[in-house]
Every structure is written in structure tokens, then in C-alpha cells.
């Protein structure tokens, strides 16, 4: 496989998992705003970090159901 190409894709991955990360950020932001209307920005800067590891915990959760649900189909097929 060529390096450059592998780079390039790697690079493109991570360009996306960005994209999805600032549109958390920023679904999360809005929604902070609205539930603390006088906080400081800084108050959801220090609590980003913890709510980007409960929507990866879910999405975690999520795929895991999923590919159980999976496997038993295909355990009875």
C-alpha cells in the first residue's frame, strides 16, 4: 500500500472525527446555554470534557447492543 495514501486517509479520518466532535460541542454548548442562561462560558468549557465522555460512553453503549443484536441473528442463522 502506498504510505502517502494511507496518510492521506488517516488524515481525512481524523479530519471527520473533528467535524463530528465540534458539532457536539456546539449541539452541547446550545443546549447548555439554555439550561444555565447567566453561566460563564467558561463553566461549559470546564464541563465539555466530561459531557464528550458520556456521548462517547453512550455511542459506546449503542454499538455494543447493536452488535449483540447482530450476533444473535447470526448465531441462528
Do not use: C, G
Not at 31 to 51: L, T, V
Amino acid at each position: 500500500m502506498n504510505k502517502p495514501n494511507l496518510l492521506r486517509k488517516v488524515s481525512d479520518l481524523t479530519a471527520l472525527v473533528n467535524e463530528i466532535i465540534a458539532y457536539w460541542k456546539a449541539v452541547a454548548e446550545r443546549d447548555f446555554k439554555e439550561a444555565h442562561p447567566f453561566a460563564d462560558q467558561n463553566e461549559f468549557e470546564q464541563n465539555w470534557p466530561k459531557m464528550l465522555d458520556s456521548f462517547f460512553l453512550a455511542e459506546t453503549l449503542n454499538t455494543t447492543k447493536l452488535l449483540q443484536s447482530l450476533s444473535s441473528i447470526v448465531r441462528e442463522n
